[in-house]
């Protein structure tokens, strides 16, 4: 029997553990999807407790935890932190098979030297021990980061961000990490939600300008598109329960922002023409400044309308859409391809039916600007667990090419998340040793830079950071 998450976790053969040890162990990590704060970065806070660090905005273990019926007074309620600690130690056992069972122990193990499995039984001592060592130090946000190796950070910020910490961060020269801004307009886009209107005077009021038509309103962003640029931007990102194409011309967009700016409510049919142009318009900017674009395909969120109006979104109440996704996804990406404007993109599929979808669509548009302009995604939110890892690079083996995949993303508001690239190379190279020992593939030097460069240097490159 092998030992619990031991050295050689996930690593069944020995050339799955020569690439992992050799190759994949020690590169440094690019973090260039994520939803950590610019603001704690840049703050630095020594945190309280363990249960701070962990429990705080983890919507994952937030949706476990009301699995098994723990009260939501101690999952986002008023209880202490001690009482959340508490509540989350009992419930982890029940999470056999989960992600994070594994993600948790590999952050015991890395950050706090904790071997021992965390349960009811063993909640005070590990509570007191990590609690020890984070009172000892090296546990405020940017320690955390350089410990963990991470040479770069791509944060999420809205198209009316400040960037006030980025800036901050940049003239901090005693800081060894860039942390670099990603352009996440959703709240643009999303002109028949609620949120649009207050949204649209927030930028008014970062931009100084009255913004009363559409044609102002693409000025506007195309001003913040360069000031992003101006403070580092390299990527992009959307998020669309499916990829919208519907094309409309100038006079019916100036039509549909005038009606949702007087209050009007938008039928479907507006809504998305106004989202496909200004999608559009943005892939275009991208392509000019030479940035990499990702879409994260098929949430289906605030299901549940109670909980959404008691403690808001991504709280842990999203799920898998599955609606059709390839034929607006293949009309809007032969549109920008059409008129030059396809930027490096990067297609996220949340719903493990769509792998093949999107791992076909890559092949539709690659060409030589680029290698591997198109990317697959990795396995994201439901599906970075060990099956869903592997289904997603075996698609992107069988369907494209592998060895220029820009690897794993955290997409994680944690400081102690860093392991989960851990937990990919581990998966990434149990999958290739054992093509390797199945005669599938030979053991050569341009193998142990695959690995490498699925790590840490194909995302580099792409990036151009």
Not at 185 to 212: H, M, R
Not at 253 to 265: C, H, N, T, Y
Not at 302 to 323: E, H, L, V, Y
């Amino acid at each position: 029997m092998k030992g619990f998450m031991d050295e050689n976790f996930l690593l069944d053969t020995e050339t799955s553990r020569r690439l992992f040890f050799g190759c994949a162990k020690d590169m440094p990590i690019f973090d260039w999807h994520c939803h950590l704060s610019p603001a704690e970065i840049y703050e630095n806070r020594q945190p309280a407790d363990i249960a701070e660090l962990w429990l705080g905005g983890d919507h994952y273990k937030w949706r476990a935890m009301r699995s098994c019926g723990v009260e939501e007074k101690y999952i986002t309620g008023n209880a202490s932190n001690y009482e959340k600690f508490k509540a989350w130690a009992e419930v982890l056992p029940y999470c056999i098979g989960n992600p994070l069972y594994h993600w948790t122990h590999l952050e015991l193990q890395r950050y706090f030297d904790i071997y021992e499995p965390l349960s009811a039984a063993t909640c005070d001592a590990i509570w007191e021990k990590a609690n020890a060592k984070i009172a000892a130090g090296g546990f405020t946000p940017r320690e955390l980061i350089i410990s963990s190796g991470v040479k770069c950070v791509c944060t999420t910020d809205d198209a009316a961000d400040s960037l006030e910490y980025h800036r901050l961060l940049r003239e901090d020269k005693s800081f060894g990490c860039k942390v670099l801004p990603a352009f996440r307009p959703d709240k643009a886009l999303n002109i028949d939600q609620d949120t649009f209107l207050p949204w649209l005077a927030s930028l008014e009021k970062v931009s100084g300008e009255k913004i009363d038509s559409y044609k102002k309103l693409i000025s506007v962003l195309r001003a913040r598109i360069d000031f992003f640029a101006e403070n580092g931007c390299r990527a992009s990102d959307h998020a669309f329960m499916y990829v919208p194409f519907n094309r409309a011309g100038e006079d019916e967009l100036e039509a549909i922002f005038e009606k949702a700016l007087s209050g009007g409510k938008l039928i479907a049919d507006e809504a998305n023409k106004y989202r496909t142009e200004l999608f559009r318009f943005f892939a275009g900017e991208y392509a000019k400044r030479g940035w990499g674009m990702e879409i994260h395909i098929g949430a289906m969120r605030n299901n549940n309308a109670a909980m959404f109006k008691k403690i808001g979104a991504d709280t842990g109440f999203d799920s898998i859409c599955d609606r059709s996704i390839a034929e607006p996804l293949s009309a809007m990406l032969d549109s920008l391809a059409s008129d030059g404007r396809l930027p490096k993109t990067i297609l996220f599929a949340l719903n493990p039916k769509d792998n093949y979808v999107l791992g076909s669509m890559l092949g539709n548009f690659q060409n030589s600007e680029t290698a591997s302009k198109l990317q697959f995604g990795s396995a994201w939110w439901f599906n970075d667990n060990i099956d869903g890892m592997r289904e997603q690079l075996k698609a992107l083996a069988n369907l494209g090419v592998l060895g220029k995949f820009v690897g794993m993303v955290t997409d994680s508001r944690s400081f102690l998340s860093y392991p989960r690239h851990e937990y990919f190379r581990r998966i990434l190279c149990g999958l290739i040793g054992g093509w390797v020992e199945d005669g599938l593939y030979p053991y050569t030097p341009e193998l142990e830079d695959i690995i490498r460069d699925i790590s840490y240097n194909n995302a580099v490159n792409y990036f151009g950071i």
